[in-house]
């Protein structure tokens, strides 16, 4: 298993700002996911996190709006830039161990962008 | 494109009462299937995962079922406690080449169990 932790877990913005996700990990994991989960709707893949590379983005999400930074195996970031009240969603951290087929899930960032 | 449904999007019933989620997916190429469970601000926890070649796995209360010929799976959870509301979301893998995998999630149901 693994026990990941997300800061902040809520925040409130104002349209324009940036906001920046932390996701911490309490072991070396083979991938890291930033996914998104808008009211009412599954959550959806934004990216794959990279140790010491580019994100991988999935079709509709950019770098220049979700930078992401993943410095080590345990570590990453998601950043939220020029917020508009369309980025209100739960924002959450999903990572895989080797040779485990199955996925664990940070307690979430709920972000309302005003 | 994998697309998951869940049906119902929300259930009321009463504690003590079984009941059954459906799931579907929309291309049975799947590496597996897998049944969250989501409570507010505490994140998504597994309950069950099928592999493609099963048909069902057990937890507990909980059964899940796969046919994936048909792209359906349910699961069904024995004598409902209030401590079972939650947003049961199903999830289904797929492999995209090499090492990568991709998991889809449905839109969940939220189940509500009344004392």
């Known amino acids: 298993s693994a026990v990941i932790s997300q800061?902040?877990?809520?925040?409130?913005?104002?349209?324009?700002?940036?906001?920046?996700?932390?996701?911490?990990?309490d072991s070396q994991v083979t991938m890291m996911f930033?996914?998104?989960?808008?009211?009412?709707?599954?959550?959806?893949?934004?990216?794959?996190?990279?140790?010491?590379?580019?994100?991988?983005?999935?079709?509709?999400?950019?770098?220049?709006?979700?930078?992401?930074?993943?410095?080590?195996?345990?570590?990453?970031t998601l950043t939220v830039s020029?917020?508009?009240?369309?980025?209100?969603?739960?924002?959450?951290?999903?990572?895989?161990?080797?040779?485990?087929?199955?996925?664990?899930?940070?307690?979430?960032?709920?972000l309302l962008v005003l | 494109k994998q697309e998951v449904t869940q049906i119902p999007a929300a259930l009321s019933v009463p504690e003590g009462e079984n009941?059954?989620?459906?799931?579907?997916?929309?291309?049975?190429?799947?590496?597996?299937?897998?049944?969250?469970?989501?409570?507010?601000?505490?994140g998504l926890t597994s309950l069950l995962l099928i592999?493609?070649?099963?048909?069902?796995?057990?937890?507990?209360?909980?059964?899940?079922?796969?046919?994936?010929s048909s792209g359906r799976s349910t699961l069904y959870i024995a004598a409902s406690q209030p401590g079972d509301s939650a947003t049961y979301l199903c999830a289904v893998r797929v492999h995209e080449g090499g090492s990568n995998y991709k998991l889809t999630f449905g839109k969940g149901t939220l189940l509500t169990v009344n004392p």
């Open chain 2, 19 to 42: 009941l059954v989620l459906n799931c579907s997916f929309t291309d049975s190429a799947i590496y597996n299937l897998q049944w969250f469970r989501q409570d507010p601000g505490k």
């Open chain 1, 34 to 76: 930033w996914y998104r989960q808008q009211p009412g709707q599954s959550l959806t893949l934004i990216a794959t996190a990279n140790q010491g590379s580019e994100a991988t983005y999935e079709s509709g999400f950019v770098i220049d709006k979700f930078p992401i930074s993943r410095p080590n195996l345990t570590f990453s």
């Open chain 1, 82 to 110: 020029n917020m508009s009240p369309e980025d209100s969603s739960i924002y959450l951290c999903s990572v895989e161990k080797v040779r485990e087929e199955t996925q664990y899930f940070g307690p979430g960032t709920r």
């Open chain 2, 51 to 68: 592999q493609s070649s099963q048909r069902e796995q057990t937890s507990g209360r909980l059964n899940a079922s796969l046919d994936k």
């Open chain 1, 7 to 25: 800061k902040p877990s809520r925040d409130i913005c104002q349209r324009g700002t940036s906001l920046t996700i932390q996701c911490q990990v």
